[in-house]
């Protein structure tokens, strides 16, 4: 059956829903519920979302009744030079395993970038940045992300674990069996936390003795 493509409507939205959930499934249930928690600030609440059209920054991909792909696009404000610019941000990428093979991808990518003035993507699957690269992607400088741990929880490091070992159905089981059973997650999530209160301490003990050091005046 043929693959047509057109924009999504905000009429579309249980539908798109409906499709994610699904398309999700594979993934396991973390990372479905995050993409369906934050798709309405996404791609309705977002401050640079055009409230006045009724089309969303949404493409799908439909055989016949059914939607079978999307290409999503999260608007956000790009600052090049003195200029802002309204610039799309490549999301929630992803075709039913169904239809992989079919080039649904290539052709959702192809529209998308036409779509977007400026489009900006970041930490694909491989598969996605291969079809990217051919749809007129460039690599741009390497971004360095710095991140300083301050507190723990237990949930924060379920999802870890369940995200980790997704595509591994006996390494999710036993994590799940680890943390359900041996209580890992608050073990580790409790020892963590002895470790960064410690470091954290230290780390100011430190600041305070270089301060200390260079105290005092100089009469010239």
């Known amino acids: 059956m043929h693959t047509t493509i057109r924009q999504a409507l905000k009429s579309d ?24 928690g ?65 080039g649904v991808g290539k052709k959702l990518m192809k529209i998308e970038v036409n779509l977007a003035k400026f489009m900006i993507g970041l930490d694909m699957p491989v598969i996605t940045r291969k079809i990217a690269e051919k749809s007129g992607y460039k690599y741009l400088d390497t971004v360095t992300v710095y991140r300083k741990f301050v507190h723990l929880n237990r949930s924060l490091v379920y999802r870890y674990l369940m995200k980790r070992t997704v595509r591994n159905p006996a390494k999710n089981k036993t994590a799940k069996m680890l943390c359900h059973i041996f209580m890992f997650d608050r073990v580790f999530s409790t020892l963590a936390n002895i470790f960064l209160d410690l470091r954290n301490i230290f780390q100011i003990e430190q600041k305070k003795g270089r301060f200390d050091g260079y105290s005092g005046s100089k009469k010239f």
């Open 13 to 36: 939205k249980d539908a798109i829903l409906t499709f994610v959930e699904n398309a999700y499934s594979e993934y396991g249930d973390v990372l479905q519920q995050k993409v369906l």
């Open 38 to 102: 934050r798709w309405s600030w996404q791609y309705l609440d977002n401050p640079c979302v055009d409230k006045e059209k009724d089309s969303l920054t949404i493409l799908l991909a439909h055989k016949g009744d059914q939607i079978v792909g999307q290409a999503c696009m999260t608007p956000v404000s790009l600052k090049v030079d003195d200029e802002y610019h309204t610039a799309s941000w490549g999301t929630d990428f992803i075709v039913l395993p169904v239809c992989r093979g079919e």
